[in-house]
């Protein structure tokens, strides 16, 4: 076994080893092409078909072995990873660049299907060529690339030496393409409204702010997408949706990241109850095709999807579970009263419909496991969202939970011009007492309910959230390839932090 080097040194000598090859005019990165007809997984899942046929394929070296004049080399593409088996006095010349082949390179080969003697599937090489040297070595093979930081920060890495990762993002794939079946399939159209605009609308949240020279002007890049969808609901659209990234300018934790993926969608001339609807059949479609059933198992509990889900008003479990009960508070200085004595941080800008939602996120929250429909919140927090007739101070608005967390959020649209201006004003008084996460004022979009917006219901959906659930991760950068990082300079700071660990060189 060669000496353990740093993947730096390793680096260096690698480097080197390129410049010889270029310099005996063997440039192993001249490759343009190269035709294959096979995956590893075409083999590996059909060995008794495949038995004896030849073979072409093409991939890279996660490990190689040696003994004299046989080589064992493990080639990884997108599916899998088999043996390549390969022989001196088979390759005759060709062997010599097997020879010169080193772990993270890629390879094309040509070969027959066959086990070997010690009964493991294989490809037996008839021709073997390189297509390109990495000169960066890969982690130890016995260890992979455990540094959680380095793992998101060089995804590219994770996906080669940790196989289990990549089938993380197939199923992303999957649940994302079952998300669009299913609405595809309910008649509703797929748009596409702009990332950029003057107002961030649609949501509390604070936006990240650009400058357009042009125009000279400053941009802010969207935290939703409601305001333009719902603009196509005037327009005569009856059904839309868009899946896409929001932003939003807030912390990072395991389930927020800065750039996330969202679904909206709009339907002209229905109301809440067809948005829990779309909801739970959303998600009972999905889960099947991932999983086959609607019953999933997240990080060991067991979470029923099948339709249909419970349905509670907020009032009801915030007095379960925190022992207040609002029905008999009416006034704002009662509800403050209350906060105060619960040890709640009290802000300015708080009327009793802030303290009930509050109360519900510290109290409540945490509690919703198995699917369940959260409805009656306070006009004061849904700036958007129609009152209930019966009782104007909340309003037609329900936040689907699963496993403690929210996963949609939905209204009977608001489409009082009226009201809708003088909610709008509330969250501008609100961000002048200190609310950053106000929703600011949207002249445009007051004008569009002006023109006329049919009877709405809306839908939101946490896409990220909804893929994290599905996937048994505990964090939204376990399904996000390129999960937000503060930068790392490659030609300023110290590289040795980005050293994965000690190669073991090639096995004799």
Not at 126 to 150: A, T, W
Not at 394 to 415: D, K
Request: proline share 4%.
């Amino acid at each position: 076994m060669a000496q353990k080097e740093k993947s730096s040194e390793i680096r260096l000598r690698k480097i080197e080893k390129v410049q010889n090859l270029i310099d005996e005019g063997k440039s192993p990165y001249l490759v343009e092409k190269y035709d294959f007809d096979t995956y590893t997984k075409d083999i590996l899942n059909h060995f008794e078909e495949m038995e004896g046929k030849t073979v072409s394929l093409a991939g890279r070296v996660i490990s190689k072995r040696r003994h004299g004049k046989i080589a064992f080399l493990d080639l990884q593409d997108t599916y899998g990873r088999i043996q390549i088996f390969a022989r001196r006095d088979v390759l005759e010349d060709g062997y010599e660049v097997v020879k010169g082949t080193d772990a993270g390179d890629f390879i094309g080969v040509k070969g027959e299907v066959a086990k070997t003697e010690a009964g493991e599937i294989s490809v037996i090489a008839h021709s073997f060529d390189l297509l390109s040297k990495s000169v960066m070595p890969l982690p130890e093979k016995y260890h992979g690339l455990k540094n959680q930081d380095l793992r998101y920060r060089q995804r590219y890495v994770d996906l080669i030496v940790n196989p289990h990762v990549k089938e993380v993002f197939f199923k992303r794939s999957a649940i994302i393409k079952g998300i669009r079946e299913y609405l595809d399939g309910e008649g509703f159209l797929e748009v596409e409204t702009p990332i950029l605009d003057n107002v961030a609308g649609g949501a509390n949240a604070r936006p990240f702010i650009t400058h357009h020279n042009a125009l000279n002007v400053d941009l802010q890049m969207r935290i939703a997408n409601e305001l333009f969808l719902k603009r196509l609901i005037v327009g005569g659209f009856d059904k839309v949706y868009e899946m896409g990234k929001m932003f939003r300018n807030e912390g990072m934790d395991a389930r927020h990241n800065p750039e996330f993926t969202n679904i909206e969608l709009y339907q002209a001339y229905t109301d809440l109850d067809e948005m829990m609807r779309i909801t739970e059949n959303v998600f009972a479609h999905v889960a099947k095709k991932v999983h086959g059933s609607t019953v999933i198992e997240y990080q060991g509990k067991e979470l029923d999807l099948t339709p249909p889900w419970r349905r509670v008003k907020m009032e009801d479990v915030v007095k379960e579970y925190s022992g207040v009960d609002f029905s008999t508070i009416e006034t704002d200085e009662e509800a403050l009263a209350v906060a105060k004595e619960k040890g709640l941080e009290v802000q300015p800008f708080w009327t009793r419909g802030h303290v009930i939602s509050e109360f519900f996120e510290e109290y409540c929250e945490d509690k919703m496991i198995q699917p369940t429909f959260v409805t009656g919140h306070p006009v004061e927090v849904s700036p958007l969202a129609k009152r209930d007739p019966h009782d104007p101070r909340i309003t037609r608005r329900f936040e689907a939970f699963i496993n403690g967390w929210e996963l949609a959020n939905a209204f009977s649209e608001l489409n009082d011009p009226i009201d809708q201006r003088a909610r709008f004003e509330e969250q501008v008084k609100d961000r002048d007492q200190g609310d950053d996460e106000a929703h600011p004022m949207d002249y445009d979009f007051v004008n569009a309910i002006e023109v006329g917006l049919p009877p709405t219901g809306g839908l939101g959906i946490g896409v990220d959230r909804m893929i994290m659930l599905l996937t048994n991760q505990t964090t939204i950068r376990d399904i996000l390839f390129f999960p937000t990082m503060k930068p790392f300079d490659y030609e300023k700071d110290d590289r040795s932090q980005l050293d994965w660990g000690e190669d073991e060189g090639e096995q004799e």
